[in-house]
């Protein structure tokens, strides 16, 4: 189960929650699992990480404080690249250059 899908289900199964959450220190799980059931209870629709940061940041600040959470996961997502492509292209044009070097 990745990130963005338990964002966007607002899955709270708390095993698979847990086990996706650990490899995070600063999240807590139960924490998150009670707020995504509150943000089910919203109805809100969405269909992205950018639905949901655009809800959020419109919330009354009463939810907001007690949607810690899942803020927190939102700025997670929306920081973590979503592809390595731009590290790849830097090494291959890295092993080009090492070899122009060496042959000349």
Same mark, same amino acid.
């Given at each position: ?8 289900? &607002?899955?709270? #199964?708390?095993?698979? @929650? *847990?086990? =996706? ?15 995504? &059931? ?7 629709? =969405?269909?992205? =990480?950018?639905?949901?940061? *655009? #809800? @959020?940041? +419109?919330?009354? +600040? ?11 996961? =939102?700025?997670? @997502?929306?920081?973590?690249?979503? %592809? %390595?492509?731009?590290?790849?292209? %830097?090494?291959? %044009? @890295?092993?080009?250059? #090492?070899? *122009?070097?060496? *042959?000349?």
């Amino acid at each position: 189960m990745l990130l963005e899908n338990i964002l966007i289900a &607002a899955d709270t #199964k708390t095993d698979e @929650l *847990t086990t =996706v959450i650990s490899a995070y220190p600063e999240m807590d799980a139960d924490r998150l699992a009670i707020q995504l &059931a509150m943000t089910r209870h919203q109805n809100w629709q =969405v269909e992205s =990480v950018d639905d949901i940061a *655009t #809800k @959020l940041t +419109s919330a009354q +600040s009463v939810i907001r404080s007690m949607s810690d959470q899942t803020e927190q996961l =939102v700025r997670l @997502l929306l920081t973590i690249p979503r %592809s %390595s492509a731009e590290a790849e292209r %830097s090494f291959s %044009s @890295l092993r080009r250059r #090492k070899h *122009t070097c060496t *042959t000349q």
